[in-house]
């Protein structure tokens, strides 16, 4: 559909200046550049200068209330926006975690480029309402082209598209929504009630159990299945728990397996997994919400060899392609599968109806109102090409490399799992329990501006991380860090 411009004297807005162009809710031209220049210049100083700051500036409930005030009603005349913009800037948005910081290590950092906030700026500013192709037929094109780079990128058959969206809680919900109905499908008029059963480790992501309670699975039918020594999910397990779940009348409905477990970075066996779940028809998807853009690295290819044959595939390019929130994808071998189940056509929705090629989003998920998601994406790799990407994430899969080197010749420290798509998972190194001293390491080198870590336990041993994503971070900073933990564990010996 093409848009023309109304004839004059037809809804014509008021020019510039004219009384009824000063609504309540309006501002001058010269008063939103002012606001905007104002904005973008507060950006560039926090970008310019991120390295110097602190990875992490947090407060209290009851100190918040006491510098921003408790419970206090909206106003009822305004302050103006040049003050509410002085508020945002000084009192409440530095109140945070600053985890494009490059030495915030806690768990999975974002780091975006500076086209990809740009993005967000414009999609916000010219409000894009992005759930059917008639409402953003450019936006929607290039959804449709940047699912197509990821799909390329990860190996999936042409055909395989899906949508963004928030992030991958929301990718691997409508992933296992997805699944449950087409298995309920396949056995619609077996005289058995339906019982569908889930299946996926103990390393796996929590939404997966979030999202399998959501979506009505019975506990009797989630799998949750206990990994070994290397932290995997065994096909011989999940082998075991479907030919016994088939004999008990459950339905196996999903099989998920993690490409890069945020825990440790672990990667599941793929292709062992994928020939499983043709084996038993049972949908095989593919959490590669944190590692899956390793695939741009020649190494993380190999070690995700096996994700192309995934039913589905969850993304985040808010992590390992370093654009902000929020930002996560969903890719479906056949798309067919996800209009099946979300598509609904209401009359007031009835002149949204696509023609061939054309893709309303709305349709493929919960999200009719959806923002442009993948125009930051796009205006990134447009912006420095895609082998900046590349050496990016390979930067940080060999600094995490470096990292688990440097950790093992220490005398005070040691490695309970080696890197793994940037990940390495360390202690203290101590005869006693090493959690006191693993949280005195984390209590030190966040209070002192440091660096921020996270702590975790791996079968059920407690653990820090280092989760080595920014392309910022450099050996000076690994080796400083490493350093004052070091320093921290000789300190409580003394």
Known sequence: MILETPPTGVNVPPEPGDPEDATPLSLSPEAMRELGYRAVDALVERWSTLDEGRPWNGASRSELDERLGAAVPAPEQGEGAAAALDAALTRILPVAARVDHPRFLAYIPSAPTWPSVLADFLAAGFNIFQGTWQGASGPGHVEVEVLEWFRSWVGMPAGTSGLFTSGGSAANALALVAARESALRRVADAESPFRPAVYFSDQAHSSLLRAARAAGIDADGIRILETGPDLRLDPDAVRRALTADLAAGFTPALVAASAGATNTGTIDPLGALAD????????????????????????????????????????????????????????????????????????????????????????????????????????????????AFRSAVTAGIELARASEERIRASAELEVVTPASLGIVVWQARTDADPEALNRRIQEVLAGEGTALLSSTRIHGRHALRLCILNPRLRRSDIEEIVARAEAVVREAGE
């Open 276 to 387: 499983l779940c043709a084996e038993f028809d049972v949908h095989y998807h593919v959490d590669a919400a944190y590692g899956g853009f390793a695939v741009l690295d020649e190494g993380g290819r190999k070690a995700l060899d096996g994700i192309g044959r995934a039913d589905s595939v969850t993304l985040d390019p808010h992590k390992w392609l370093f654009q902000p929130f929020e930002c996560g994808c969903l890719l479906v071998r056949d798309p067919t599968l996800l209009t099946r189940v979300f598509r609904v056509t209401p009359e007031y929705l009835q002149d949204t109806v696509q023609g061939e090629g054309e893709v309303n989003f709305g349709e493929r998920g919960i999200q009719l109102t959806r923002s442009f998601r993948a125009l930051k994406v796009w205006m990134s790799v447009r912006s420095f090409g895609l082998g």
